[in-house]
Nanobody
Framework: QVQLVESGGGLVQAGDSLTLSCTASGLSFTMYAFGWFRHAPGKEREFVAAIGWNDNSFAADSVKGRFTCSRDNTKNKMYLQMNSLAPEDTAIYYC????????????????WGQGTQVTVSS
């Protein structure tokens, strides 16, 4: 049974940094690409960042230069380093896994975590 568990969310102030973790189990971690998505109230779920098996990563324009996606294949973990957080980054953040290349498309990912709340106060 595949499980993705996000952690590291919380309440921070604008300008702060936060690192989210996604721990995967039940899959061959090195064969998967992973993505981060977020869902804010009243908005659709949107792509944040993604990383492939070979550490190639990319991010959405809205977070480029502030958010970085990384992975540790020895720990079956994937991370989202978030810097210079702003109130508009407030959302539930989800990690997702795909047995192929990384993508910004929601439907590309087969497995999803339950999400972790990030709240940024002004």
């Amino acid at each position: 049974q595949v499980q993705l568990v996000e952690s590291g969310g919380g309440l921070v102030q604008a300008g702060d940094s936060l690192t989210l973790s996604c721990t995967a189990s039940g899959l061959s971690f090195t064969m998967y690409a992973f993505g981060w998505f977020r869902h804010a109230p009243g908005k659709e779920r949107e792509f944040v960042a993604a990383i492939g098996w070979n550490d190639n990563s990319f991010a959405a324009d809205s977070v480029k230069g502030r958010f970085t996606c990384s992975r540790d294949n020895t720990k079956n973990k994937m991370y989202l380093q978030m810097n210079s957080l702003a109130p508009e980054d407030t959302a539930i953040y989800y990690c997702a896994a795909a047995l192929s290349y990384p993508s910004e498309v929601t439907g590309h990912y087969r497995y999803w975590g339950q999400g972790t709340q990030v709240t940024v106060s002004s």
